[in-house]
């Protein structure tokens, strides 16, 4: 079993906030990074705004630009990030390539990631059906390659490259909110992505790379990330990096139900913003706390 225990490391309270420019804000967000900001206030710590722009062919200057002019019309204010800078910086991901890199190098050199040049519809077509409750594929262990594969290269190349999780084991962490969360390896998750052939790295490497260089003591984020979690927990222990806390917060829903997403241009805080909405009006369209 790997049991994450709570973080005694942090001298102090830091949180963030980490949107990615691939769209407009909506509402659900706004619920989110206001319970970060909150907390961040409580413990009289310090709130970080992350751009997350990670992605080449989605992400959008415009989107960036938004989201900092939405969350200070707002009201919503950090102490560090890419409009004000820090000591942390920088605070786009695209400028923190080389730090991505050091990350994958070290889990190579150690064992802990593999080449994969399996498809995605060739593994699939391999797995068995999923397990009932099971929430994702799991790539089928039969296909790792053979052991120390991929460790004399120096450069990721155009493949990519899979965490390879311990068999059969429980990954147990307390979340602030949700509470006490098990998910096991081979059952709920596999093998999952930590850098892409495109040379892009996974959200799983990137946002746990940022979060440790950055000092974050607290991710505040959605609930949907839960079994993200659990992933990047792994990563942490094999960089022998202390994790932070988390803390997952609700989802907001439309009236049927959908989790919201930036489809959802009709809650998008932009489109709120031009339609005449105040900022008093549109924090009491987010779900009581």
Partial sequence: MFKHSLSQGFPSYRGRIAPSP??????????????????????????????????????????????????????L???????????????????????YRHVWEHLKNHGYIYPCKVSRKDWLSAASAPNEGQSEEIFPVALRPKEHAGKTMTDPGNLNWRFHVPDETTVS??????????????????????????????YELAVVADDHAMNISE??????????????????????????LFFHAPLMRNESGIRLAKRHDSLSIRN????????????SMLPPR
């Fill in 22 to 75: 691939t769209g407009y804000l909506h509402l659900g967000h706004l619920s989110t990074f206001s319970i970060a900001a909150e907390r961040a206030r409580a413990a009289n710590g310090v709130l970080v705004f992350r751009d997350e722009d990670i992605d080449p062919l989605r992400s959008k200057n415009a989107y960036a630009t938004a989201a900092i002019e939405d969350l200070r019309w707002l009201g």
């Fill in 77 to 99: 204010s950090w102490q560090e990030g890419p409009d004000i800078g820090g000591p942390f910086g920088p605070y786009k991901q695209s400028d923190r390539m080389h730090l």
């Fill in 173 to 202: 962490f307390l979340d602030q909110r949700c509470g006490e969360q098990r998910f096991v390896t081979g059952k709920d998750f596999g093998d999952f992505l930590v850098w892409r052939k495109d040379g892009v790295p996974s």
């Fill in 219 to 244: 991710v505040v984020r959605g609930e949907d990330l839960l079994l993200s979690t659990a992933r990047q927990l792994l990563i942490y222990a094999a960089m022998g990096w202390e994790s932070p």
């Fill in 272 to 283: 709120l913003r031009e339609n005449g909405k105040s900022p008093e009006t549109i924090f």
